[in-house]
C-alpha cells in the first residue's frame, strides 16, 4: 500500500520561505516520476512542480518559477519544495504526487499519481 505523508506547511509572512518535505513508501520512490500539486479555495487544483525518476526534465508552473526548487533524496524516499520569496497567491493545500507508474513522469491526469493528505501554505500580505 502506497503512502504519502507532506509536511512542513504553516504560516508565512510574504516574502518568507518555507520547506516542504514528503515522505513516500509502499513503492520503489527511484523509479516514480514526482510532482507537487497545490489547491486554493474556490480553485482548480494545479502542478507546481515535477521530475522524472531520475531527478532531470523539472518543470515549474510559470508564476513559481526561479523561486521554488523541487529536488528529492531517494536514499530518504523523500520529495522536498523549497518555496522562496513567497506570495499571497501562493496560499493553498499542496499536495505531493508520486506517479502510479514507474518511470512516468509529468502526467497531466491526476488519476496518474497517487496523493497523500496535502500540507497548508498560507502566506500572509
Known amino acids: 500500500q502506497v503512502q504519502v505523508v507532506e509536511s512542513g506547511g504553516g504560516l508565512v509572512q510574504a516574502g518568507g520561505s518555507l520547506k516542504l518535505s514528503c515522505t513516500v513508501s509502499g513503492l520503489t520512490f527511484a523509479r516514480h516520476g514526482m510532482a507537487w500539486f497545490r489547491q486554493a479555495p474556490g480553485k482548480a487544483r494545479e502542478r507546481v512542480s515535477c521530475?522524472?525518476?531520475?531527478?532531470?526534465?523539472?518543470q515549474y508552473t510559470p508564476s513559481v518559477k526561479g523561486r521554488f526548487n523541487i529536488s528529492k533524496d531517494n536514499a530518504k524516499n523523500t520529495l522536498y519544495l523549497q518555496m522562496n520569496s513567497l506570495k499571497p497567491d501562493d496560499t493553498a493545500m499542496y499536495y505531493c504526487?508520486?506517479?502510479?507508474?514507474?518511470?512516468?513522469?509529468?502526467?497531466?491526469?491526476?488519476?496518474?499519481?497517487?496523493w497523500g493528505q496535502g500540507t497548508q501554505v498560507t502566506v500572509s500580505s
Open positions: 521530475m522524472t525518476f531520475y531527478g532531470g526534465s523539472i
Open positions: 504526487a508520486p506517479s502510479r507508474t514507474e518511470l512516468e513522469a509529468c502526467s497531466t491526469s491526476f488519476q496518474d499519481y497517487y
